[in-house]
């Protein structure tokens, strides 16, 4: 058991009820010429990865924790970089973290901004460089629209064995390679009365296709594999759009409160490939627990397969606290547990 000897404090936020946790103080040094590459070296090394668990797993954390380390950008180009950290890991992609960022980085003086506004805060990820736009009016934050990377559909009606039946999943990549499926397809609904039974089910169908050659990512492998399971209701549409309702099931058993930002990207770029959303129409995404992101489609100019999207996502984050921790060396849990 690794120890940790220095106090570590954070920032928290949530977007739409999504918790994120950004270490701003005590974080270990990772190396790596790029976060893409810094990703990699956290996940194998012992010391570093400490603090992850201590920041995420009980006591001071819950299976449903998500969180980041900021590290240096990959060049001039952006603010800053971030790896996030969950449970089980570290992702390729976040976009409710991206929120949080742009509204951390803006309320703290981390990036300059004008009071009243939009600031771009650029921001590179192991999955490329995304930017929240961050919209003051007289100093206070109101909103923020997440630029996500190209994204683009992958596969069709794909059947995967459940213990609910089979599945017809729909895969996507937008910074990470999302399994859509109709909720009602398996005999649930996105409500809390089904919140055991859909992380089942999304682990089941995670799983199964996280090694498939559908996942692979075509030119990074660090990118491939599942992150995660996406269910949706279908709410018919709006004056704008569609309006679905969705829950992700992310890394293993982990489940969104938000409507997931770059999950929103990863539905976009079905819906856009598909006709259901025309250009310049709005997807209203709720989450399981009912907060809202709104979600928009431009094509990528000569974008994969000329089906690629630029998504961008609308949503908000908000302060929740500052916090220092600690671990004491005589503590015999150390850095904590998990239980799901």
């Known amino acids: 058991m690794w120890h940790i000897t220095n106090s570590v404090r954070t920032i928290d936020y949530h977007t739409a009820g999504e ?8 974080a270990p040094e990772i190396p790596g010429s790029s976060v893409a590459e810094r990703r990699m070296a956290a996940t194998g090394t012992p010391e570093i990865d400490a603090v992850r668990q201590l ?4 006591p001071r954390g819950h299976a449903d924790m998500y969180g980041c380390f900021v590290v ?7 603010d800053f970089g971030v790896l996030f950290w969950h449970k089980d890991g570290y992702s390729t992609a976040c976009g409710h973290g991206t929120i949080a960022l742009g509204v951390w980085a803006v309320e703290t003086g981390r990036v300059r901004s004008e009071p009243t506004g939009e600031t771009a805060v650029t921001i590179d990820v192991p999955s490329g460089r995304v930017v929240a736009r961050v919209t003051q009016v007289d100093g206070v934050v109101i909103g923020v629209v997440f630029d996500n990377v190209e994204s683009y559909p992958i596969a069709r009606g794909v059947e995967v064995e459940t213990s609910r039946g089979r599945a017809f999943v729909d895969l996507s990549y937008a910074g990470a390679i999302y399994a859509s499926v109709d909720a009602d397809t398996v005999g649930l609904s996105v409500t809390p009365e089904h ?3 859909l992380i089942a089910v999304g682990r089941e169908i995670k799983w199964a296709l996280n090694d498939h050659s559908l996942a692979r990512h075509p030119s990074d492998a660090r990118l491939s594999g599942v992150y995660g399971t996406i269910f949706y209701d279908d709410l018919g549409d709006t004056a704008d759009g569609p309006h679905q309702r969705n829950v992700t099931v992310f890394a293993d058993g982990e489940v969104d409160r938000s409507p997931c930002g770059s999950g929103t990207g990863a539905r976009l770029a079905l819906l856009a490939a598909s006709g259901r959303l025309a250009p310049g129409q709005t997807l209203t995404h709720d989450s399981i627990i009912g907060t809202r992101f709104l979600g928009h489609a431009t094509p990528a100019p000569g974008g994969a397969d000329r089906r690629g999207i630029l998504p961008t996502v609308e949503g908000m984050a908000y302060k929740t606290g500052d916090h220092s921790f600690t671990l004491d060396p005589r503590d015999p849990i150390g850095t904590g547990f998990v239980l799901r």
């Not at 918790?19 to 005590?26: A, D, H, K, L, Q």
């Not at 240096?72 to 952006?78: K, R, W």
């Open 72 to 78: 240096p950008p990959d060049d001039d180009g952006a």
């Open 19 to 26: 918790p994120f946790r950004i270490v701003v103080e005590g």
């Open 55 to 58: 920041l995420c797993q009980e």
């Open 195 to 197: 919140y055991p039974d």
